[in-house]
């Protein structure tokens, strides 16, 4: 699974942002995408999540600000930040985790994550 991040940018507090996270490969083994964020000198903290059946999960202070949503014909998560705030400036990631078998039918788990995308919130 491959994955390809984009739709960071700057914006004023406030404002408002859409993430794109298009997924390729093996797109059936998916289980689940997330957005994560990370601020320099921090951990990598998770946004938001959507599985392959359709649940979402947010981390609470994201609640009521951001969407995740997916369009299934085009094999992309979106991530809809909205009422940006300066403390919501981070790279932004997003990760795939998939369920698969090998050649010898023995389940394969593991994930995968696309390259960051910069979103900056001035105040």
């Known amino acids: 699974v491959q994955l390809q991040a984009s739709g960071g940018g700057l914006v004023q507090s406030g404002g408002s942002l859409r993430l794109s996270c298009a997924a390729s490969?093996?797109?059936?083994?998916?289980?689940?995408i997330g957005w994560y964020r990370q601020v320099l000198g921090k951990e990598r903290e998770l946004v938001a999540a959507?599985?392959?059946?359709?649940?979402?999960n947010y981390e609470d202070s994201m609640k009521g600000r951001f969407t995740i949503f997916r369009n299934n014909a085009k094999n992309t998560v979106f991530l809809q930040m909205n009422s940006l705030e300066p403390e919501d400036t981070a790279v932004y990631y997003c990760?795939?985790?998939?369920?698969?078998?090998?050649?010898?039918?023995?389940?394969?788990?593991?994930?995968?994550w696309g390259q960051g995308t910069q979103v900056t919130v001035s105040s």
């Open positions: 990760r795939a985790d998939y369920y698969t078998t090998n050649d010898y039918g023995d389940p394969v788990v593991g994930a995968n």
């Open positions: 490969g093996n797109i059936r083994s998916i289980t689940a």
């Open positions: 959507i599985t392959s059946g359709g649940s979402t």
